[in-house]
């Protein structure tokens, strides 16, 4: 579950590495290119991240690549 309540705002990009299966294995926050400091942002683009599913590839172990979110207060 996303934790939610504060009026935090900005850009967090997570590292992954996805494996043959399409399956998040690894999620980090990347300083580069992450604009907020605030810690509940984060966990929650880390969370994200490790529920996404890509499409497998058996022609490779693993991929690597970003993910950028945005959070925004309305």
């Avoid at 929650?44 to 945005?70: C, E």
Wanted: proline fraction near 3%; charged fraction near 20%; charge should be positive.
């Amino acid at each position: 579950n996303l934790i939610v309540g504060n009026n935090a705002q900005g850009k967090v990009v997570v590292s992954v590495v996805v494996d043959s299966e399409g399956n998040v294995v690894e999620a980090t926050v990347r300083s580069q290119g992450t604009t907020t400091t605030d810690a509940t942002l984060r966990q929650n683009a880390v969370k994200a991240a490790k529920r996404t599913k890509f499409k497998p590839d058996p022609s490779r172990m693993t991929q690597s690549g970003t993910i950028s979110y945005k959070y925004s207060v309305n």
